[in-house]
């Protein structure tokens, strides 16, 4: 069973995760978060549902306007072979959300840790950190802090990687 966005919300009140909720028309890519948040404070996400060629999962979230390579990427987060995005079939059963939602917060429905998350460390180093709650329809700021503590009680041990600003970006 999956958790509503009001599930995982009371997830966090429940565990005492201090967290601001902002509700905004749905956004399906980072240009939109960008058009419409307006002065939304904090460090905003991009994420990226990957596999390897042995088909484990990966959740990698960056700060929006970091680059990526994904040749260069596998290394860092110990995938075997190429990387290529998940399918929107195994994106809804690993995380029980769909594109335009994924999040680090969709850790919550992977209650066997079939996904492997990683982290790109300057998200860590910000104030806050904004993420959609299971919804695009949402934004939810955290602090580093209480997004570590919430990675902790889903069991997901984030790996903390750190990408060089000059990689080519990912289309």
């Known amino acids: 069973m999956s958790f509503t966005p009001a599930a995982l919300l009371a997830f966090l009140a429940d565990h005492g995760i201090a967290a601001v909720t902002h509700h905004h028309p749905p956004l399906h890519t980072v240009a939109e978060s960008q058009a419409l948040r307006g002065d939304l404070p904090g460090a905003h996400t991009k994420n990226l549902f990957l596999r390897d060629s042995k088909k484990t999962y990966f959740l990698v979230t960056l700060e929006e306007n970091t680059p990526v390579d994904l040749k260069a990427l596998r290394s860092k987060i110990g995938a075997r072979g190429g990387l290529s995005f ?3 079939e195994a ?40 993420c959609h709650p299971l919804t695009n329809e949402k934004t939810t700021a955290l ?26 970006p990912v289309d």
């Not at 990408?163 to 080519?168: E, T, W």
């Open 143 to 168: 602090t580093p802090d209480a997004l570590l503590r919430f990675l902790e009680l889903t069991g997901h041990a984030p790996l903390r990687i750190s990408l060089d600003a000059d990689a080519p």
């Open 86 to 88: 998940g399918s929107t």
């Open 91 to 130: 994106l809804y059963e690993k995380l029980g959300v769909l594109p335009g939602s994924v999040t680090l917060l969709a850790t919550i429905n992977d209650p066997d840790h079939q996904v492997i998350v990683a982290v790109e460390a300057r998200l860590l180093a910000a104030d806050l950190v904004n």
